[in-house]
């Protein structure tokens, strides 16, 4: 069974940086497409970025495009994204996402969340 775990999110003033990191228990870590989603309140939960298994391919939503990064430790199964000059539209509950493909279809787990809030 997967369990996600995230961390790292908190209050941070318009322009500046945090760092989510999310560490995967369970098996086959490397074999496990990561992404990150968020949900503001009162919207959807939306992809913001993702990257694939052997972490040579990433995307990104546009709106977050050239500000965060995602990256991923398989030797440590963590997956982390740096967030760089934060907006308040940022603000949202960021949640941690491991699918994997099976021959009988995909899998998704998910995180708890982890609050950001980018305000002044």
């Known amino acids: 069974q997967v369990q996600l775990v995230e961390s790292g999110g908190g209050s941070v003033q318009p322009g500046g940086s945090l760092r989510l990191s999310c560490v995967f228990s369970?098996?086959?870590?490397?074999?496990?497409?990561m992404s990150w989603y968020r949900q503001a309140p009162g919207k959807e939960r939306e992809l913001v970025a993702r990257i694939s298994s052997g972490g040579a391919s990433t995307n990104y939503a546009d709106s977050v495009k050239g500000r965060f990064t995602i990256s991923r430790d398989n030797a440590k199964k963590m997956v982390y994204l740096q967030m760089n000059s934060l907006k308040p539209e940022d603000t949202a509950v960021y949640y941690c996402?491991?699918?994997?493909?099976?021959?009988?279809?995909?899998?998704?787990?998910w995180g708890q969340g982890t609050q950001v809030t980018v305000s002044s």
């Open positions: 996402n491991a699918q994997e493909s099976r021959s009988t279809g995909l899998y998704d787990y």
């Open positions: 369970g098996f086959f870590f490397s074999s496990h497409r």
